[in-house]
């Protein structure tokens, strides 16, 4: 097996403690004592410059005069010595550190410069570090305590990463206390070097990690955040808490471990685009763990309840309907079985109440009714003591029925202490998540239900909008860079449509006029009414100072308006550049919105709408993606902004044209993909119609020292852009075919053409015949990061498309230098030079990439790829199966 860049880390086979010390109650005493006491199986060194011997063991002076090798160093030692100690652990060819110790950026510029040439140190010699500032890490499966935490925990299959020392102790010592094991507990700390994005990597790689679980204030790398997620979150669940929701915590964890805490708005967006659940309180993150990785997850939000107590029912549909989710209404065929196989007294509609002197009949019963209903998605039952009915009984009757119904979620609230414990014990012997009140089931559930949620939205197959467009990118640098020389740098209004309308984007008819008699002209050449408004770049928000003037009927009032407008604004604001007016026509026949973007610091370019109805900028109300956007994601965005169920003005009360918006989202994120100079638009209002919309106004800001700044396309952005560069034509055999990159929307053709292909392809390709074209396949083929992987298609294209060929690699993460490739070419297209331009497209975008090799396996009796791969340059290696064989190219 491949070994991890994170071994050495985590998974250590020596380890010195640099501070160690027989100082009771010191963090280097108690490091030490937890690695003994964990009974660790590895070699463990205390270095200490004052002590022979530290807990009985000897003791070394320096890191130097250790006499094995150290794969993991950790330092509890003062901030202004890790340096000096880290060049020494290098020059002892020491892997990896976690550095415990406080004292740097957290605490200002010095503490910064500090933190900065430790991680100088750690870059130049391939160190990994973990922290500084945090607690550090358990793996009790391999009985290994790196930490100074005061509790150990059972071995588990849940990886928990908290950014607090101190959440995470009291989170260690409820787990205790509540039998919860843990495959690994991560203390970040400040995150230096190893991060979000790179422990996402390693434990979502690791066989005995079920689910992560994250305490999260702030990121540093939103990007490696966000792919090592998004590649992850698909098959293990990754659940976070972020403590940071408003200005005052953000500036909390800024002093806490010198991160800003960011836009909680811009972070709930990145946690849906990386199909990540977000729950409100750590006990949720448990909660919803339980959950998650113990039984299938719902296909709705319908819930089925069965109960002993009807006030227990109460608590829990009060909390369903707070979290949006539904009672499910039992069909007549569930009435009916109940009906017949419950007392008169019991209630047979949902929640179905079996009464407070139920026995394990009735439970199974009811259960089982439910479980089989097909409206309902989940079923909860609620289990409280009594003195007839007995909680163990009931338990057996649970287990029983979850075993008759394996593919729908039962969850259990065994409520109370003692008299339900053996019940309890047994339910979670079974594996049904179990919990203590009916409204922490019910928040578990919603859990689950906004994970497929998530998770079908963000793999859910996108239409090809935009097939053929063609922006002109050129006309827009240009008005960016003539802003850039001057003093202002916002667009003028008509220079912003200019921009829009370079991206198809529609906008009003607009004409600039500079005196009152070109705005009396302009008036009656576009035909009144109109709408005049002040021509600065100065002047935000025109209406706010008077700089509008609407509905105006002739040229006469046309000329006073010009004169009116200027002198308002020349009394408002005397220092706003006054460029004129603008003039276009009235438009009262749709429904106004307002559609814009913003720059953030640690997500880049973000994308919103928001219904035209808050203060100015109040963000907070806005529904946000992050760019780059398709089909889907331009329609999840509308459907957040709620603009589909806004009253509309126009009379037929007709829907508005949904698709045009959504091609108008996706080309404006394109925008912002393309310039990262844009810091603002904001487009106030767009006017969504029944066949149309039309952009009515526009500001654009730009940020001068960026227009001229030459950087790697996509760089700005956190969710990785698509890769135009490998797009061309092709003539193979006069028939023109079209390359490029796999995209989302390409999985129909990838779908027709891997059932297209002979028994004997599909066997080279996949090692076995394709029986079924499942969902995660073409997840898994056409939904790939640009980041680490790449797949280049070849396209027939016309009316009836086909893809004829696709070549891929994929890296396990962002930044390896190694990665696994595949190809396969439709049989009819075989042996036309079609593989071999495919293959070397794939190359090229493995050196832009900084893949140092690519590898694959081919079956030894695949004589025609291995003859194809030793031409491309290719070495043919042995295996350990004498059925394989192993293709390496040094790119």
Not at 624 to 634: D, K, M
Not at 860 to 888: C, W, Y
Request: one cysteine or more; aromatic letters at 6%; charged letters at 20%.
């Amino acid at each position: 097996m491949k070994s991890h860049i994170l071994d050495r880390l985590f998974d250590p086979r020596s380890i010195a403690v640099i501070g160690a010390s027989n100082t009771k109650g010191s963090v280097g005493h108690v490091l030490f004592r937890n690695l003994l006491a964990a009974e660790y199986e590895g070699v463990v060194y205390p270095v200490s410059r004052s002590s022979t011997s530290v807990n009985g063991v000897r003791a070394y002076p320096s890191i130097a005069h250790v006499p094995g090798k150290v794969d993991l160093a950790v330092l509890a030692v003062p901030a202004q010595v890790v340096p000096d100690l880290m060049l020494e652990c290098a020059a002892a060819g020491v892997g990896a550190a976690v550095i415990v110790s406080a004292g740097f950026k957290e605490t200002g510029a010095a503490g910064k410069r500090l933190e900065s040439e430790v991680v100088r140190i750690a870059q130049a010699n391939d160190m990994r570090v973990l922290g500084p500032g945090c607690l550090g890490f358990l793996r009790p499966g391999r009985h290994l305590n790196a930490s100074f935490a005061p509790v150990m925990p059972d071995s588990g299959h849940i990886c928990f990463i908290s950014q607090s020392g101190g959440l995470g102790n009291a989170v260690l010592d409820w787990a205790v206390a509540n039998s919860v094991g843990f495959s690994a507990f991560v203390s970040v700390g400040s995150m230096c070097d190893v991060d979000f994005g790179d422990l996402i990597d390693y434990f979502g790689a690791d066989p005995q990690t079920n689910s992560i679980l994250l305490h999260l204030e702030a990121l540093t790398d939103a990007r490696a955040f966000l792919r090592a997620a998004r590649h992850f979150a698909k098959t293990k669940p990754i659940i976070v808490v972020k403590s940071t929701r408003t200005a005052q915590s953000a500036l909390a964890a800024v002093s806490h471990h010198g991160a800003d805490g960011g836009d909680d708005v811009l972070y709930g967006a990145a946690f849906r685009r990386a199909g990540i659940v977000r729950v409100d309180a750590v006990e949720d993150l448990f909660a919803a763990s339980e959950a998650l990785t113990r039984v299938p997850s719902p296909r709705g939000k319908r819930l089925g309840i069965v109960t002993n107590s009807g006030g227990s029912a109460v608590m829990a549909v009060n909390r369903l309907h707070e979290l949006g989710g539904e009672l499910a209404e039992l069909t007549a065929e569930t009435g009916a079985i109940l009906k017949a196989n419950l007392p008169s007294f019991a209630t047979r509609t949902n929640p179905v109440d079996i009464g407070d002197d139920a026995d394990a009949q009735r439970f199974a019963v009811a259960t089982k009714a439910l479980l089989a209903d097909a409206h309902c998605d989940g079923v909860l039952v609620i289990v409280t003591p009594h003195a007839i009915g007995r909680p163990s009984e009931a338990a057996t009757a649970l287990v029983e029925a979850s075993r008759a119904a394996p593919s729908k979620p039962l969850l259990a609230a065994f409520m109370g202490g003692a008299l339900v414990s053996e019940g309890l014990q047994e339910i979670r012997r079974a594996h049904i998540p179990s919990f203590h009140t009916p409204e922490h089931a019910v928040s578990a559930y919603m859990y689950m239900h906004e994970y497929t949620r998530s998770l079908a939205r963000l793999y859910e197959t996108p239409a090809d909008l935009l097939p053929r467009f063609a922006p002109d990118r050129e006309l827009v640098k240009s008005i960016f860079e003539e802003a850039a020389h001057r003093t202002y740098p916002a667009l003028t209004e008509i220079e912003a449509k200019r921009v829009l309308s370079a991206y198809d984007i529609p906008v009003i008819d607009t004409v600039a006029a500079t005196s009152a008699e070109e705005c009396a002209k302009a008036a009656q050449r576009i035909g009144l009414p109109v709408a005049i408004k002040i021509l600065s770049p100065d002047v935000i928000h025109k209406a706010a100072i008077g700089g509008i003037a609407l509905d105006v009927r002739s040229a006469a009032e046309a000329r006073r308006q010009y004169a009116k407008l200027m002198q308002r604004v020349r009394d408002a604001c005397p220092e706003a550049t006054r460029l004129g007016v603008t003039v276009h026509a009235m438009s009262r026949r749709g429904l106004d919105v307002i559609v814009g973007s913003w720059r953030d610091k640690t997500f880049g370019p973000a994308l919103f709408v928001r219904q035209r109805d808050g203060a100015p900028h109040a963000y907070d109300d806005k529904a946000v993606e992050l760019p780059p956007l398709n089909q889907v994601l331009a329609r999840s965005l509308i459907e957040e902004a709620g603009v589909l169920h806004l009253p509309q003005r126009n009379r037929e009360q007709r829907p508005i044209d949904v698709e045009t918006f959504e091609r108008t989202l996706v080309k404006l994120s394109y925008l912002l993909v393309d310039f990262p100079e844009i810091v603002t638009i904001e487009l106030d209002p767009l006017q969504l119609r029944t066949e149309s919309l039309e952009v009515l106004d526009a500001r654009i800001l730009v940020d001068p020292k960026t227009v001229h700044r030459i950087a790697r396309p996509g760089s700005h952005l956190v969710v990785s852009m698509y890769p135009s560069k490998y797009s061309h034509t092709l003539n193979v055999g006069g028939e023109q075919i079209e390359i490029r990159a796999i995209k989302p929307e390409d999985e129909p053709l990838w779908a027709e053409m891997v059932a297209s292909l002979s028994r004997e392809a599909a066997e080279y390709r996949f090692f076995g015949p394709v029986k079924q074209i499942t969902k995660s396949m073409l997840v898994r083929y056409c939904h790939i990061d640009y980041d680490s992987e790449m797949a280049i298609v070849a396209l027939r294209p016309g009316p009836t498309p086909r893809m004829l060929g696709v070549a891929s690699f994929a890296a396990e993460s962002a930044g390896d230098d190694e990665a696994e490739f595949a190809i396969v070419v439709r049989d009819e297209c075989q042996r036309r030079g079609l593989g071999r331009h495919l293959m070397n497209t794939l190359i090229e975008a493995a050196r832009d990439m900084h893949i140092r090799q690519i590898v694959g396996e081919v079956l030894a009796h695949n004589t025609p790829m291995l003859h194809f791969a030793e031409s491309l340059g290719f070495a043919v290696q042995a295996t350990e199966d004498p059925q394989l064989k192993r293709i390496v190219l040094q790119t």
